[in-house]
């Protein structure tokens, strides 16, 4: 522990008396202080070392922060059965991209269907269209004015979740989509635009249910729940939405901080600065989305969701220099983080 | 054999007085109930023991009932000579893709080629047709308007089989092509959204001859030829629906099963819950085609296409997590699974 | 030999006087009448016994008739200098495409630039422009309204060579463009559509110069020259035609004979039956544009063109099974058959 | 030292006075007029003898010329924290690609994506948008009009640096865009018909700055600084500019010539002729803006860039004989560039 930095809440504290080391090794488990981003330049890359606590004393311990474990997300995955068939895996509705960010519905309809949903369908402007089926012909669009009409006799209900945000724009009309969605109680992950419209009408929050999950990364988590000092504020602001919309926040970063509504936080173990590119949020926001369509439970779906996207990232830079990863890379090993996963004895 | 299940029909036995297994081990060759989806429950996995039958006491025993083996199909394909040129292969027309599913006419169209076709067309609305090209630039595309003139000119006539219906609409344009195709008795393959026409419109069943090849999933089965109570039931529908329109239909699902218009019913061996995933069908679709269009029978063209279809997946699957595999995974492995076929000792 | 057939002219033979071989060994050279499709029958797989004839010998046999052989093209080829530009490598023009076969213009300039060509443009109507871009960004597109401008302003002088034909359709546009091209009199190969307008306007044969090569499969020949009983009379039909017009003809299919305006007839001798596939022929017409543009005389592209291709298609066939060969496999292997000749040692 | 050839500037010699050489061997250091293409047929390959000069010695010899060397560059990178986010890596606005030319766009993106650039938002036709979202999903496009709109609400102020050139076009818009990004006083690099804009307009020479680097080839070069009798004067003009103007110039080809506003001459020494190849130079383009908007110096980005892209290439064509290397080769191994920079040890 760097002398001076406090173990959970260091806001306040004198950065002049706190060592800056280039590395900290801590026993068993890592302090919460060092989840933040702000105490990087305190602890350095740190390493944990193991002291043989009993396994026991460790569970037995009761505390509402705990860090993803590759073994936990191993138990989570469901198996296949003989007779199962695509309709058993779901059919997603993905609101995504526009005429200028086509290429994020691409990203995330790629993700959704490398983590196993049975099918997708885009809801987008009928230009971005075309977009979408010359990258991915495994996906269906549908246009704005198509949807209104499935609305209207009833036929939009076919979806078993919901994935908005990646690229579609905060217009009066995706508005209003948003707000339809919502209402519908379908599990459903809400990311980037999404957000920015939740953050623009403020209203729309009290619509959030327990099967949403939000994704948001730093700026888009400012406009929906507000600044905060440092990391550990950010961290109860969190906590906080978590409990008030009774709904899954995920913020993005290296170790995401994911919030329950019941208040347990778990933090992400897996990723790496390679994922800083443009359009790894939209490859979240995929996985999740095909997860929960496939039955995965929300909180289930999100701790695998944000782990699975982090190893496939990992994977990716076994390959490649953190420049080179791009987004696509990162859906590429989906199917080798599957692997990776279920390889581990467990 | 799990005790107090039936080997053919399981309708009306009551379920509690099944063992339920989570493995089977059965004597040379499964029992008839073990093909269907609601007997899973009582059978698990079921693994086939040897009992050293005597081949000529296998060929000698009359049974309509059969299951695709590897050689079977192996003897079935075609050599290349050294002057064949892809007129030799044949032209195959597709009825496939819409503005918005315009990625499963690339689905299928690919699939074609990978399998051996000579040529392929396209007939689908002109704004599906650049998806197409980009994605597929071997392929050719037609639109509505140009086939109505050549159909008014008679230049129609220059295909060799066709295959309609992945992603097509079931708009009146569409139905009146499906007629026109199927009463130009050409070898064809009916496939999703064709079917779907069949089924609004039953007085087109009418027009079905012995060199149509009908590839429904269960629901789309259900629309043109009815609901059953359960898998021995269904089959018996299967039975008679091709006994009436003489025509080839594949039920597809685990274990696929195939009946011919003289009564003979034969499952298929390849495939895994992998292949549940979009636009799978649309990859069979493209095989049968292809495989008419190269001059097979109509039977060995189905038998051949179902069973590389699912050997493809298989081999897909050997690299990827069944969650992972896509359809363009299955198309991928199509040469590697003709190369597997023949690499077979006979 | 098998007895009965004739080492030349088999034409007008009684079929039933000749032996049908499976296999035939012949010594040192193949027989003129092996090359014809009409006596694969008689001949079947034949097979080269090297009877060490002494070199000079060989080279002192007067004939008109020979075989590219490896070394001979590993001869022609270029090497490329330190201070080259793209300049060096020339610009070529491609007129290929059209709304509903843009994939045809996509292979022909895809396979020009793996094989070495410094720049190129496509000329095609505006809406078949963005497939090729979304598909090959290296190549540029210019409409028929720009190349119209580029006529009259003189500026359409830059190309340093032209390729003519796949999928470009057949209208009064495509014609009088053809036309065009022939009066710059620029290195030219003139394939598929651009043959069907030369078909359809005889008079504009007399605009071939002997840096035109012509590139028609059985069909397109018919169309230019005429039908012939058999292979003999048909070769000597090319033979004719490209005296007649002073212009190198490439006879597409097994063994393809190239006849040369000084009456030398040269057969190819790689290739497989897996290139009898949709596309095949465009992207032999973008390999010959290629080398044109580079430099090479005519004579030397058609024979390294014609060699590269076939020998890309059976690099291409030892990695796939025949049926699954398409022509974007041929593309990917022209770099691996440029180093296969290389690698040969003279 | 070929006997007769000048050890600078060559200029004026009598050239049958000079030995023409296959190979030269030079001590330690190439002389500045191996440099130049017109030098090149009496030095032919060059190679460097090291006679071990001491290191002290070398340092201390002032000179304005210099090579770069792969350990110079090794130490020029950054490397990436646990905490960086794709704001860290800046976002990059990227002027390229018209309708006939949306290629050069994707080419110029995928690149500086490769090169670790956070987010790339590309400002062209909205015809050509579609382009780049169905190649590259992982780019974003702007519109002139939405431009136009962002410039009047300030908000077009969020991007950390500008790449302009490939493929955009001469007109009107393009003009007064150019014009617009250089009074932003941007870090920029200029390529293209960027330049051909400088060269038709050049009043808006004025506007560069030392956070701009010109990238052109012979023909653009002597738009914007004119004509020369041979390369040294060439360099001598080069030089001339970068002082005037004060900005970073890129004279690209062999040994492409950087000269800094300090009037240093630094010659690349990656690089290989299977290069010369249509989009080469987007590439480049693309990787410097990304360096750029990553926050690195322009000098910096410009050694590092024009070395990588070198190496990038070099890496290509270990793989693929010259002639086959197109410009996606490039980027597929700037990957593998990065770490074959960084495995050297220094």
Not at 30 to 41: E, I, T, V
Request: net charge neutral; glycine share 10%; aromatic share 6%.
């Amino acid at each position: 522990m760097p002398s001076g930095l406090r173990g959970e809440d260091n806001g306040g504290n004198v950065e002049k008396n706190i060592v800056k080391a280039a590395h900290t090794l801590t026993f068993q488990f890592p302090r919460l202080s060092f989840m933040f981003p702000d105490n990087y330049k305190f602890t350095g890359e740190w390493h944990l070392i193991d002291i043989q606590l009993h396994p026991e004393a460790i569970r037995n311990t009761a505390t509402n922060y705990s860090l993803i474990e590759k073994k936990d997300i191993n138990l989570l995955l469901k198996k296949r059965g003989k007779f199962d068939h695509k309709g058993t895996f779901g059919h997603g509705l993905l609101i995504a991209g526009s005429e200028d960010k086509a290429g994020a519905a691409v990203l995330a309809a790629k993700a959704a269907l490398r983590s196993g949903i049975g099918l997708i369908t885009c809801l987008l402007p009928s230009k971005a269209g075309a977009v979408i089926q010359s990258t991915l012909p495994e996906a269906m669009t549908i246009s704005f004015t198509e949807w209104t009409k499935k609305k209207e006799t009833g036929s939009a209900d076919i979806y078993s979740a919901i994935g908005a945000g990646p690229g579609m724009g905060t217009g009066d009309v995706q508005t209003r989509i948003v707000e339809e969605l919502l209402i519908m109680k379908k599990p459903a992950v809400i990311d980037a635009d999404a957000l920015n419209i939740l953050g623009k009408n403020k209203k729309l929050l009290s619509l959030l249910h327990p099967s949403v999950i939000l994704t948001p990364h730093l700026k888009e988590f400012e406009r929906i729940a507000g600044k905060a000092a440092n990391g550990y504020e950010r961290l109860m602001l969190q906590k906080n939405f978590s409990d008030k919309y009774s709904c899954i926040v995920v913020l993005k970063g290296a170790n995401s901080s994911i919030t329950l509504p019941d208040g347990r936080v778990i933090f992400n173990s897996s990723g790496n600065p390679g994922m800083a590119t443009a359009g790894s949020g939209d490859v979240l926001t995929g996985i999740i989305l095909s997860l929960l369509s496939q039955g995965y439970r929300p909180e289930d779906a999100t701790l695998a969701g944000v782990y699975l996207h982090g190893l496939a990232g990992d994977l990716a830079a076994d390959k490649l220099p953190w420049e080179s990863v791009i987004s696509s890379d990162i859906i590429d090993n989906i199917g080798n983080a599957f692997k990776d996963l279920r390889a581990d004895k467990l």
